[in-house]
């Protein structure tokens, strides 16, 4: 009998269902807007078909589990979306218990960056390695730890959430890596430095309408040389590298995997970064052979991570040694 797994990505923006077989391969792969304006219900009924069009039609073939990547904070444990803030009205969902009714398959639940450090030691840039930091930089700072091949989750499955590492900045404000070094960060940093006086590349670039500045428009002036928006990314990527020293400090990685928009942008960003992990770390050790790569899997990275949540039980089995299995077959 053929098993095949049913992957989830639960976005904000896009809801994405695909069906893998159990070497984490897509086989079908579906893709509509979330509108999660529309509500909760609406959502979720429009999820179900999703995931109805996209069963085996093939009676030999069984749904081994489905697997969820939701934005946070999700808590694993209990199978809840707690309160995540671009899904209007997903206050508490129990949406493990919710599929688990509706099509009786083994339900997981991950948080989305949790799930992407998953993926990347299944499939993607982290394959190999049993230490492992994922970082997601994009409109938030997320990230997934997996320590001696397991998903390190905390007490109600709500840790690793590297983003809001705390901080005080030169002028005694408390912030976090989030609120410094995030999309919107940069963005709302060249804003206020042009309205401020300052020449930059980035009014033309949006026509003199600053609202229209992001976090990609402050990247590719920044790689056109703009002063200011060089400026604002080298600032980013040293809060980032200084936020890795504290993760290198507690966990000692061997891998640290980028992906998201924001790293993207590539050496104006790394390069400060790596010289603060450097300047900052207490011994060369927790560095020197420390790789740091970008993220491989794209946007499918959450449908495969989901996969992965069933093939280690919610993370709960080692990834690694499930990674090593795929590479010997």
Known sequence: MNEQIIG??????????ARLDH??????????????????????????????ESLPTDP???????????????????GVIVAPPNLPGWHNVPIVQILQKEFGFSTYLGNDANVAAL???????????????????????GGGIVSDGRLLLGKDGLGAEVGHVQMVLEDGRVSTLEKEAAGPALAR???????????SIMRDMVEGNLSRISGSVVGNAA?????????IVERAGMLIGLGIVSLLHIFNPEIIVLGGGVSSIGDLLFNPMRAAIERHSIDRSYWDTLQIRQAELGENVS?????ALVVTKGGMEDVAAVARKLDKD
Not at 189 to 199: F, H, L, P
């Open 60 to 78: 030999n073939t069984l749904i081994s589990g489905i697997g969820i990547s939701a934005p946070g904070p999700s808590n694993p444990n209990t």
């Open 223 to 231: 790689l056109q040389g703009d002063a200011v928006a060089r400026a």
């Open 303 to 307: 449908v495969v991570g989901a996969a």
């Open 119 to 141: 993926a990347e030691i299944a499939r993607g840039a982290a394959r190999g390695y049993r230490h492992v930091i994922f970082m997601t930089i994009s409109t938030g700072i």
């Open 23 to 52: 070497d984490m391969n897509i086989l079908d792969r579906r893709e509509i807007l979330t509108r999660a304006d529309q509500g909760l219900e609406t959502t979720l009924t429009r999820m179900k078909e999703l995931i109805r």
């Open 189 to 199: 940093q060249a804003v206020m430095q042009i309205e401020a006086g300052a020449v």
């Open 8 to 17: 989830i990505d639960l976005g904000g923006t896009r809801l994405r269902v």
